[in-house]
């Protein structure tokens, strides 16, 4: 059985880790996930839709969307926000 993480990526993305690979997938949620309300739950739920179409052993963080989004979103200003902090998400729980 399959670890999966979850929490709140800077406190307020919530995010799904499988492995610990040091070259892990970046997966943001899209389609339904933007239908369902932006809980840590919920990403669970859909890393265990991944873990079983992706090859096995196969690392990988999914990200979901931001409920508050700053004014000025950009891709560039994600991109900061993952590099700078990926190794250290917060608000942290584990189901095994």
Given at each position: ?96
């Amino acid at each position: 059985m399959h670890r999966i993480e979850t929490g709140l990526f800077l406190g307020r993305l919530p995010f799904a880790r499988v492995g610990q690979g040091p070259e892990s997938l970046l997966i943001i949620n899209g389609g339904q996930g933007f239908m369902m309300k932006p809980r840590p739950s919920r990403l669970e739920k859909d890393a265990g839709r991944l873990i079983r179409i992706l090859p096995p052993n196969t690392s990988f963080m999914l990200i979901g969307y931001d409920p508050a989004p700053k004014a000025d979103p950009s891709l560039e200003g994600m991109a900061r926000d993952i590099a700078e902090r990926s190794s250290a998400p917060t608000s942290r729980s584990q189901r095994a």
